[in-house]
Every structure is written in structure tokens, then in C-alpha cells.
Nanobody, 121 residues
Framework: QVQLVESGGGLVQPGGSLRLSCVASGSIFSIRSMGWYRQAPGKEREMVALVSSTGTTNYRDSVKGRFTVSRDNAKKTVYLQMNSLKPEDTAVYYC???????????????WGQGTLVTVSS
């Protein structure tokens, strides 16, 4: 079995920073692309940032220049550095992997449990 576990959320004032981490656990052979998504109360889940296996990134327009996604393949971890946070960034942030391969099978569409980020003064 494989799983993704997020951490690093919390309460921060506008303009502050947080770094989220997502660790993949299990008998993992390889992970391709990974991403961060978020969902605010009453709203649809939306993509925040993506990073490919080779480090290519893609961001939602509203976070460009403020957020940075990166990954450490050796540690099987993806990060989301969030700077200049705004109240509208408040949401539950989820880590996602479209495909995780173990020695014996492929696991599709793996999601973490989410970590809450609250930006408020």
C-alpha cells in the first residue's frame, strides 16, 4: 500500500510564509508527476502547482511569483513554499500523485489527507 502525507499547514498572517511537505510512503519504485491542490469551503478543488518527474513546473495564475513547488526524488517528497500569503489562499491543501509504481503494481490517483492553511489577521 502507498500513501501521501502532508504537513506544514497552520495559521499565518497576510504576507507571511509557510512551507508544505508531502511524503510518499510505501514500497515505492517510482513516482511521475506530483501536484498540490486546494479547496476552500463551498468551492471546488483547484490545482495550485504541478511538478513533473524532471522538475518542470506549472502554477495557477493567482499564485505565480508567490508559490514555488519542488521535489526531492531521493526522499520521495514534494514541497510547496508559499510566500506573500493572502486571505484568499485559505484552504485545505492536498498533495496528489496521478501514478505511483511499486515493484508489483501501479496505484493511480493517490491523494493525501490534506493540511489546513489559514491566512488571517
Amino acid at each position: 500500500q502507498v500513501q501521501l502525507v502532508e504537513s506544514g499547514g497552520g495559521l499565518v498572517q497576510p504576507g507571511g510564509s509557510l512551507r508544505l511537505s508531502c511524503v510518499a510512503s510505501g514500497s515505492i519504485f517510482s513516482i511521475r508527476s506530483m501536484g498540490w491542490y486546494r479547496q476552500a469551503p463551498g468551492k471546488e478543488r483547484e490545482m495550485v502547482a504541478l511538478v513533473s518527474s524532471t522538475g518542470t513546473t506549472n502554477y495557477r495564475d493567482s499564485v505565480k511569483g508567490r508559490f514555488t513547488v519542488s521535489r526531492d526524488n531521493a526522499k520521495k517528497t514534494v514541497y510547496l513554499q508559499m510566500n506573500s500569503l493572502k486571505p484568499e489562499d485559505t484552504a485545505v491543501y492536498y498533495c496528489h500523485a496521478p501514478e505511483i509504481r511499486t515493484t508489483w503494481r501501479m496505484y493511480p490517483e493517490i491523494w493525501g489527507q490534506g493540511t489546513l492553511v489559514t491566512v488571517s489577521s
